[in-house]
């Protein structure tokens, strides 16, 4: 990282408002000024950079003023050596009651609204006293071209850990765009990747000794197989990330090599016809690039999703912490209300669906990840059924209710925390997932209803003295 020559960057943003409102240009404006800073913090962080945003709002005598950005006393368009232009805000004119005109910046041939993230990003550099590594053409300035190697750090092995264990889930990301590792020329390779700090930092340490062009999308820190589940590792972000980073006045060659897990959001002859890059998929172990890039294509072994013992148990941190809480909490309020069996219940249920599950997933018989956990949770729920329903102090109804509160709610949950492994496993598609959550969910619900039903008329009765 190039070591800036200010400490302290200042940013002043004004921009017309009308209470909580404000125009449609200055919105998109906020919201791509603060994405940057998020960005510039994270990257500038270790070289002590403090970067403080104030937010002005401005009423509609000063609307002239809106959407005007300064950095430590500089206006944006001097940082950028772009010039001022002012047009039609309908937005505006609603919030203001009359016609009104805004501010606009054209850079090179382009005019912008709305600034850019990459715009707000290159003036930051050059406050900061920071020549930006950057490409620029005829056409217009281009977004940034960021720089890496392959070396993995303790911090991001440290980060690895963090996000394994769902520690700040959100706060494991690098900037989407183009990166350069090595020294690539306009014939390397182009790797897309999602980014998701664990998704990006395995490709790069996967290409040691390689130059190549590394293109990141947005995928809201989402690694690649879920994100392209979900569609946002996908055409129209790969499209918009093609054509926002230039990567036609980049390379010389049209492909780009696109993950194997990635295939699912990825339509490949629409990206092909908007913006003229051919999408090549590659193996779907980052381990085998080395040997993909030497013969050029991919072996059988290396398009089959090995999903292993170890992949499997990878998965059971982050999905243990998220369920830890509410599983001390229940409990400990069992603990107090039924005793330490009905708690041990409680941890029980919480592990067989987080940890049990995962580890027996291919041993467990149907297909469906919902009937597999409730096929586990069954069996979880027995010796608890067993122990609640041979209680010689309560009248057999009550141990019928109790036993029956074990073989509904047990199930239920257990079958309810498998669910969420659908987004990570090769046992379902996106279509599989939504047919499990509509044919499966409704039927969870109604057994955790029963089950909870079942304790609190337990629970009553013995307040009231009838067991």
């Known amino acids: 990282m190039k070591i800036p020559r200010y400490k302290r960057l200042e940013i002043e943003w004004k921009h017309f408002a009308v209470g909580d409102a404000t125009c449609e240009r200055c919105g998109k404006t906020g ?40 950095m430590n006393g500089v206006l944006i368009e001097d940082l950028l050596s772009a010039s001022v232009a002012t047009t039609d805000c309908p937005s505006c004119g609603t919030l203001a009651g009359e016609s009104t005109c805004c501010r606009a910046i054209e850079i090179g041939n382009d005019q912008y609204e709305d600034i850019p993230v990459w715009a707000i990003r290159k003036a930051a550099y050059r406050a900061l006293g920071v020549a930006p590594p ?45 990166y350069r590792l090595g020294n690539p020329s306009p014939e390397s390779p182009v790797f897309a990747s999602a980014n998701y700090t664990l998704s990006f930092d395995a490709l790069r340490s996967a290409l040691k000794g390689t130059d190549a062009w ?40 049209r492909k780009i090599i696109v993950p194997q897990l990635g295939a699912p959001g990825i339509s490949w002859p629409e990206v092909m016809r908007r913006s003229g890059f051919n999408v090549e998929y590659g193996p779907v172990h980052v381990r085998d690039l080395p040997e993909y890039l030497k013969t050029g294509k991919a072996t059988v072994e290396m398009r089959r999703v090995q999903f292993t013992l170890k992949d499997r148990l990878v998965l059971v941190p982050i999905e243990l912490v998220h369920a830890a809480l509410p599983m001390v909490a229940v409990a400990a309020i069992l603990w107090f209300l039924a005793g330490p069996v009905a708690a041990l219940a409680a941890v029980s249920v919480v592990l067989a669906g987080t940890v049990l599950f995962p580890g027996l997933l291919p041993l467990i018989p149907t297909a469906d990840l919902s009937t597999k956990g409730f096929i586990l949770g069954g069996v979880v729920a027995l010796p608890f059924a067993v122990s609640f329903g041979n209680n010689p102090a309560l009248p057999l109804w009550a141990n019928a209710l109790a036993a029956g509160s074990a073989l509904l709610l047990i199930p239920a949950v257990t079958a309810y925390l498998a669910l969420n492994f659908t987004g990570s496993t090769p046992y379902t598609s996106r279509t599989g997932v939504r047919k499990e959550i509509f044919r499966y969910v409704p039927a969870m619900a109604v057994m955790a209803a029963l089950g909870i039903v079942a304790g609190i008329v337990l629970g009553v009765s013995r307040l009231l003295g009838v067991i």
């Open 214 to 253: 590394i293109i990141v999308l947005d995928t809201k820190g989402i690694n690649v197989w879920c994100a392209a589940g979900k569609g946002i590792f996908g055409t129209e972000e790969l499209i918009r990330s093609i054509l926002s980073v230039g990567l036609d006045s980049v390379v010389s060659h």
């Open 31 to 70: 919201e791509a000024l603060k994405g940057a800073i998020d960005e510039l913090r994270r990257e500038f962080a270790p070289a002590g950079v403090k970067i403080n945003l104030t937010e002005t709002l401005l009423d509609k005598t000063r609307i002239a003023e809106s959407n005007e950005i300064r």
């Open 134 to 178: 950057e490409l620029e053409s005829g056409t217009g300035i281009r977004e940034t071209i960021r720089i890496t190697d392959s070396t993995i750090t303790p911090a991001n092995r440290l980060d690895h850990f963090l996000a394994r264990w769902g520690w700040d889930r959100d706060g494991h990301r690098v900037a989407p765009g183009l």
